[in-house]
């Protein structure tokens, strides 16, 4: 099946699943947040090809996610660390983790997080940057952005739910 690309649609969620919509990518990126840089490393956790990997790892240099540093001449290879913008992909990479641990992990979460200040196992919690309450689909409402008109959003309601059903 030939990919669709995303490209052309004036629209972040696509933008996104532009860079990083390749199921291969955020495994690449989990293992460069767990300390991997390495080709060999990258290539023997994941057991991907080396020529996919090879394009993986060059789209999310291009992309500007992952960052190429040289630390062999001969032959020459490469560490392969996370940019500010790949870093900025942990919210995307933990919200992922956190649905699978709950929906797919049917033997317990693989992985816990531990928060470096307080010592204690945690979850991470979207939250309002203005009032720090937390926030689900259910307390937030979409509003058309300055690429946006109103127009876009679906008609009567722009609350978001949690169903198909729509919110007066």
């Not at 942990?90 to 997080?113: F, K, S």
Request: charged share 20%; proline share 4%; hydrophobic share 40%.
């Amino acid at each position: 099946m030939e990919r669709k690309s995303f490209s052309d649609m004036d629209c972040s969620v696509a933008q996104c699943l532009e860079i990083i919509g390749e199921w291969w990518t955020m495994l690449i990126v989990r293992d460069a947040f767990l300390g991997v840089k390495r080709f060999d490393t990258f290539q023997r956790r994941l057991g991907i090809s080396r020529n996919v990997l090879q394009q993986r790892l060059e789209s999310l240099v291009n992309a500007g996610v992952l960052e190429r540093a040289p630390y062999s001449e001969h032959p020459v290879r490469y560490d392969y660390t996370l940019s500010a913008k790949g870093r900025d992909l942990w919210p995307v990479l933990n919200a992922m983790r956190q649905w699978g641990d709950t929906y797919a992990a049917p033997h317990g979460a693989p992985l816990n997080l531990v928060h470096t200040d307080c010592q204690h196992q945690t979850v991470a919690t979207l939250v309002c940057s203005h009032c720090g309450e937390a926030l689900n689909s259910s307390n937030v409402r979409a509003v058309a952005g300055e690429g946006r008109t109103a127009s876009w959003l679906p008609a009567r309601s722009h609350t978001l739910t949690a169903s198909n059903e729509r919110r007066p």
